[in-house]
């Protein structure tokens, strides 16, 4: 029965068994059969057998760093044999320097440059199979050596038959599928981990999992990069006024799920620079430029690229800054950029109080944390980084520090916002690799006055201010028909052990009038507020003076307030 019962719960959770068999496999070989042994995990496939074991080292006969650098060693020989979904899934834990220690990190990073490459005669079949015709009908000239390879997608070097030189992104053949399959072994083997190890639940990966999943969703799609480089475009039109950042041009008719075409952007990039003398000052200039765009892109608009290591932005032979690799992209909803926006005023203005009601204001928590406990601590981890510049901090460490205090009293926060850490982190790393000296927070302060004026301005109390009135008149019409739905269906079925109330109807109605003269008066006095908001900087000498829209507004009040002295009444 207990067979059956295994049998039945493979058959739901995993569908590929001899992949499920290769990966047990491999993780047994390079350190893990001990945990797997431990986990139940050898017995869940009939007749599997693991290989010989590799001598593991007990935590308690090394130090704690030693433990998670040959931790983070066996992962990363792990993940090298186990293909592209399980290097995809190395390099995002190699991003979470908030959680994971850097010996661990840096033993993941030795995942950037481990995928290999695809046969050109593979790459030339997808490519024709997508554009529905042969390549030498698209191309004057394909370079059959791919110039990038990554975990998903190969990239090559080609001219188009207009003489333009593109690079021709392609994907894997079959990486959809096997995404998906490892995907769900993963969930299964982690949910077993999990309860044998606490390393391994220190980790989080089972939650990691799933955004690792939903990100790579997007990432295997490349008409979404297409449309990210597009957008991203578009919003550094209105700001980049000195034209110092190029995003490729998308050619969307060469453009499908699997393949991507996009101009050619020849440069050199930053992770191949090792001081500012090489760069110049002209492009030193730029970079500190291209770097107030990245954060009011990210304050601002609310979409930002989350991956801007020194391989993807390059300088251009004009000392222009190139950006590539749009499959990774940031983005807020208006919400958390206010919130982001006061979390980043609270750090410039040192207002420890306000950070912490801010972080509470966006965090996931059980139950709310003595907030004067939580100030100290906040302001204990972070108040030693503020005002620093890229030379002094150690930006890797702020985050860790912070996350670490959230953490400690049980906040949490959203997926979203490590990716703004992720994208300040890397900022960070680049600028101290060519001795760049970056005050992050001087940078974002220039904004943030501008920024936080927008929030408080008359346009934006005007908008928040519909909206209300919109949920008001919504609710009025609402709540009267949940009231009677709801009194029907006591007064129905023998309800209420047949208890009656007299003058039911009028109760009903009394109700509902009070409800709907609640509503009423609270949209009154928003329309006086907004009729108000048009003439706090209006000179008025007389009722001529007072712009229409006030008069609007007030009239709209007054007819208002008329009708619920009538409803009164009666």
């Not at 998308?250 to 440069?267: A, H, P, S, W």
Request: hydrophobic share 45%.
């Amino acid at each position: 029965m207990d067979l059956i019962k295994t049998g039945i719960g493979i058959s739901k959770t995993i569908k590929n068994v001899a992949r499920m068999r290769e990966i047990l496999t491999v993780l047994s070989r390079h350190g893990f059969s001990e945990l797997i042994v431990k986990s139940g995990l050898d017995k869940v496939i009939p007749g599997f057998v693991l290989p010989a074991r590799v001598s593991e080292l007990k935590r308690e006969d090394i130090s704690s760093e030693e433990w998670w650098q040959i931790f983070g060693t066996q992962l990363r020989m792990s993940f090298e044999e186990l293909g592209p979904s399980f290097i995809k899934l190395g390099q995002l834990l190699a991003t979470r320097e908030d959680i994971l220690e850097p010996v661990m990190i840096k033993e993941l990073k030795l995942l950037q440059n481990k995928v290999k490459g695809i046969p050109f005669e593979t790459a030339r079949n997808v490519i024709e199979t997508n554009l529905g015709k042969k390549i030498h009908e698209v191309f004057s000239s394909f370079n059959e050596v791919a110039i990038g390879t990554a975990s998903i997608g190969v990239v090559y070097k080609a001219e188009l038959i207009n003489g333009q030189k593109v690079v021709v992104k392609v994907r894997r053949p079959g990486i959809a599928k096997t995404i998906n399959t490892d995907f769900e072994i993963l969930k299964f083997i982690l949910q077993k981990l999990e309860k044998v190890s606490v390393d391994i639940r220190f980790l989080g990966m089972s939650k990691m999992i799933n955004d690792f999943f939903k990100s790579t969703q997007n990432e295997l799609n490349f008409q979404v990069e297409a449309q990210n480089c597009e957008r991203l475009k578009k919003n550094l039109l209105v700001i980049d006024k000195e034209s110092i950042l190029v995003v490729p041009h998308v050619y969307r008719e060469y453009t499908t799920q699997e393949v991507i075409v996009l101009e050619f952007l020849d440069g050199r990039p930053f992770n191949e620079f090792n001081s500012l003398e090489q760069l110049g000052p002209v492009v030193v200039e730029r970079l500190l430029k291209s770097v107030e765009l990245f954060t009011h892109t990210l304050l601002a608009d609310g979409f930002f690229h989350a991956d801007l290591h020194g391989g993807n932005f390059f300088v251009m032979p004009d000392q222009k800054i190139g950006l590539i690799d749009f499959g990774l992209m940031g983005t807020l909803s208006k919400k958390n950029r206010a919130n982001l926006i006061a979390i980043m005023y609270s750090l410039i203005t040192h207002d420890f109080e306000n950070l912490v009601y801010e972080f509470l204001e966006v965090a996931d928590f059980d139950s709310i944390p003595n907030h004067e406990e939580l100030i100290r601590d906040i302001k204990d981890a972070i108040s030693p980084y503020v005002g620093l510049s890229v030379k002094e901090t150690n930006m890797s460490e702020l985050v860790r520090n912070l996350i670490k205090t959230l953490s400690k009293h049980e906040l949490y926060l959203p997926r979203e916002w490590f990716i703004i850490f992720r994208a300040l982190i890397t900022l960070d790393g680049v600028g101290k690799s060519i001795g760049l000296d970056l005050n992050i927070f001087q940078i974002l302060e220039k904004d943030l006055d501008k920024l936080v004026g927008e929030m408080l301005s008359k346009k934006n109390a005007q908008d928040e201010l519909m909206w209300v009135a919109k949920d008001v008149i919504s609710s009025l019409r609402i709540v009267p028909k949940h009231i009677k739905w709801f009194l029907k269906e006591i007064s129905k079925n023998n309800y209420a052990l047949e208890i009656r109330i007299k003058e039911v109807d009028t109760l009903s109605k009394s109700i509902s009038r009070s409800f709907y003269i609640l509503g009423m008066s609270l949209l009154a006095s928003v329309m006086i507020l907004c009729g108000t908001l048009f003439v706090r900087n209006v000179n008025i000498i007389s009722v001529y003076d007072i712009p229409l829209l006030s008069w609007i507004f007030w009239g709209f009040a007054s007819y208002l307030l008329v009708r619920i002295t009538i409803m009164r009444r009666y």
